[in-house]
């Protein structure tokens, strides 16, 4: 499907994203503020499975989904890329054009990453000049303020000391490998939030604003084309 915006059917100036922290860092909360900030488009991979569940109930998948939210461990890529490639699809799209995704909670074990890279991508969605993100961010918090913010927010049923305790262990043998990698390859943005919501949300903000990296992403417009032909 051909755009306005190039000649050759590529769509400019989209900007993936991808998110990473610990549960009760503070990643749905920023990822708000970047949203509006930056005219993005948030898709928090975790919520986004839990609705779909919630809507699927007879479906196999819906039972996955709830037993790898009841304990540790992630979905397969063949389970979990097609989430992510609609929501990708769908931000492109876009009437608002906006100018890219941040997706909230991907990758979060090496096993995602390199699916990335290797996923049979759909002919409508094509991959160009290869699958990494542009820039991913980090969300670093201390353990007890992370527990504290995990318990108030409620957000499930089962979200109890147990499941932050495994959630967290997990976050740490697992995605925090992932952190390392895109630190290896120059595309870590790394921030604090063990402070308030202000306190990080003004942190946030100062430190985008003197990233090369970033400003070049945001401001790179009518130049850029993304790694997706739709």
Not at 88 to 102: K, R, S, T, V, Y
Not at 177 to 184: D, G, I, L, Q
Not at 191 to 219: A, P, Q, S, Y
Request: net charge negative.
């Amino acid at each position: 499907m051909e755009t306005d915006d190039n000649p050759d059917g590529t769509r400019r100036h989209f900007a993936i994203v991808f998110i990473l922290g610990a549960p009760g860092a503070g990643k749905g909360t920023l990822c708000t503020h970047l949203a509006t900030a930056y005219n993005l488009v948030h898709f928090s991979v975790g919520d986004s499975l839990r609705i779909w569940m919630r809507a699927n109930r007879d479906k196999p998948l819906a039972e996955r989904i709830q037993q790898k939210l009841q304990n540790q461990g992630f979905l397969i890529p063949e389970e979990l890329n097609p989430f992510i490639l609609e929501a990708i699809q769908d931000a492109m799209m876009n009437q608002e054009a906006c100018n890219g995704i941040l997706l909230d909670g991907f990758p979060r074990c090496m096993e995602q990453l390199e699916s990335w890279n290797t996923w049979p991508f759909s002919d409508d969605l094509t991959l160009k000049g290869g699958s990494k993100p542009d820039v991913v961010l980090s969300f670093t918090v201390n353990k007890e303020i992370a527990k504290a913010r995990y318990l108030a927010r409620g957000r499930d049923g089962n979200d109890n000391e147990g499941v932050f305790e495994k959630r967290f262990a997990e976050y740490i043998t697992e995605t925090v490998p992932v952190e390392n990698a895109y630190r290896k390859r120059g595309m870590l943005i790394e921030f604090d939030t063990n402070g308030t919501k202000e306190e990080n949300v003004d942190l946030l903000t100062r430190k985008l604003e003197e990233n090369g990296l970033w400003n070049r992403l945001m401001t790179i417009g009518d130049n850029r084309k993304s790694f997706f032909i739709v």
